[in-house]
């Protein structure tokens, strides 16, 4: 790990945390409600001022972040044990309308996906968005044995609405084997359609045999076919592409023309290995495999395609959390591979600085994922679980239905069950990210 990616890994946990609980703090000052403190990050205070008060202080370790309301006991938030003020205040947290007091709640949670709707529009403002519109129809694909073409919007997948290119990656991903694809469009015309398309193989052609992930704008191989394993003198897993005959990996048109014009020739591969650029000499081998969908979507910069990215994105990173959610507690996922906590986040934002090809890549490469994890912590604060915002807002709601308070004894058990909860969860995650940092 190098020093600034550690250090841009962890300022960016910091300031989704500073954010979230500026939600609190707004919302709250926004009411009227009586705030102690406000603080920014963690551990001993290294600057302190009071204004109107409320002590404000930024703490020695750049993590995490809070506000302590008047009368809200916590230790940790260096507040007095009750001490100092008068029970009976109206604008103490508790004894404000319940109304006022979710919304204060809710507002963390709400800073974080406004964060995240700022800089994916932002980023789309700059590189462009990709929308659910096809671009073009290759002539050996499935899409062009069906009436969709170029300028048709792509509503549905399989049932599942799609509104961003990540709704589109996630439902491919998901597809089973020969299972029929059922596309909803839109065509130029406005008119609203529903095709279904049978998977089936294409005919032997020139392939390079492997299977690989894009991770941070980089092109990681994941596996490798046996008919086109050579060992070190061919490509392995983890080998990283650059280019093929000169030609950028990411230009994936090009790539592919070159591939398949390429039979019983040999291709200069340009790679990374180990941290060290090697030059391979490939010949690709004729494979058959599943014809392709086909679904090219459309990069626009129309501001209102830009603007409608930025409020769809956030919401397809949630679905697609809550459906890899499910898809753990089903057995499809194994778990390691979907919890990460603080150890692999930082070791993600090291990767994006350590391999970034421009000062703009890394720039942007580090915004998203703020964008990712500020919809992440905003999701995740609203789950029912003590001592979660959503916890306290499924309390206030039940407090609201049965039109008086819940016993101080029911919300102390319920806190204690799930503090036990989050320490064994992060226990599991801390060892998972070490796991995955190690190679374990």
């Avoid at 032997?204 to 990681?220: A, C, H, N, Q």
């Avoid at 890549?361 to 915002?389: E, H, Q, R, Y």
Wanted: glycine letters at 10%; a negative charge; proline letters at 6%.
């Amino acid at each position: 790990m190098t020093v600034l990616g550690i250090l841009a890994g962890v300022l960016i946990l910091g300031l989704i945390m500073v954010i979230h609980e500026l939600g609190h703090f707004l919302a709250g000052r926004a009411f009227g409600f009586k705030i102690d403190q406000f603080s920014m990050f963690m551990g001993p205070v290294l600057f302190e001022r009071e204004k109107n008060g409320i002590r404000y202080n930024i703490k020695a370790i750049p993590l995490g972040a809070s506000v302590s309301f008047t009368g809200q006991e916590s230790e940790l938030e260096g507040q007095e044990d009750g001490l100092g003020f008068n029970p009976e205040d109206p604008d103490l947290f508790e004894n404000r309308p319940r109304w006022q007091r979710a919304i204060v709640i809710a507002m963390g949670p709400v800073l974080n996906f406004v964060t995240a709707f700022l800089v994916f529009t932002i980023l789309f403002a700059a590189q462009g968005a990709v929308v659910p519109v096809v671009g073009k129809v290759s002539s050996d694909t499935l899409i062009a044995r069906t009436e969709i073409v170029a300028g048709d919007r792509i509503t549905s997948l399989n049932g599942m609405h799609i509104a961003t290119p990540l709704d589109l990656s996630l439902t491919e991903m998901s597809h089973q084997g020969q299972e029929p694809w059922v596309i909803g469009y839109q065509n130029v015309d406005g008119i609203k359609k529903t095709v279904t398309v049978v998977p089936e193989k294409a005919p032997p052609r020139p392939m390079l045999g492997i299977t690989y992930s894009e991770v941070d704008g980089r092109y990681v191989i994941v596996a490798v076919s046996p008919s086109a394993d050579l060992g070190k003198k061919g490509f392995m897993p983890d080998d990283e592409v650059l280019a093929i005959e000169g030609v950028p990996f990411k230009d994936s048109d090009r790539i592919t023309e070159l591939i398949m014009a390429s039979e019983g020739k040999v291709l200069e591969c340009e790679i990374v290995r180990d941290e060290k650029q090697l030059t391979l000499h490939i010949a690709p081998v004729m494979l058959e495999a599943e014809r392709p969908l086909g679904l090219i979507l459309t990069l626009s910069k129309k501001p209102g395609d830009i603007i409608s990215q930025g409020v769809y994105y956030p919401v397809s990173i949630v679905q697609t959390t809550v459906r890899g959610i499910g898809m753990m507690f089903a057995g499809k996922i194994a778990v390691r591979d979907s919890l990460a906590g603080p150890i692999a986040i930082v070791s993600m934002a090291t990767d994006t600085v350590k391999h970034g090809r421009s000062f703009g890549d890394i720039v942007a490469n580090l915004a998203t994922l703020l964008g990712l994890l500020s919809v992440a912590i905003g999701f995740t604060n609203l789950l029912p679980i003590p001592p979660l915002d959503g916890n306290h807002l499924l309390l206030l709601g039940v407090e609201a239905i049965r039109r008086k308070p819940l016993s101080a004894k029911f919300k102390t058990v319920t806190g204690m069950v799930g503090l036990i909860f989050f320490i064994v969860l992060g226990v599991t995650v801390i060892v998972l990210d070490l796991a995955r940092l190690f190679g374990w």
